[in-house]
């Protein structure tokens, strides 16, 4: 099973949480409220 680190900041240019993975640094996903935090966790 792959592991992978996440995080998640909000942002005050966008008004939304970015989502983040510390194994793909490109990679990124804005969304309204924390529940982008579970998204990334059940995928």
Do not use: H
């Amino acid at each position: 099973m792959d592991k992978y680190t996440y995080r998640v900041t909000y942002s005050k240019d966008d008004s939304e949480y970015v989502g983040l993975c510390a194994e793909f640094p490109l990679l990124s996903c804005l969304e309204p409220n924390q529940s982008i935090y579970w998204y990334s966790k059940t995928d």
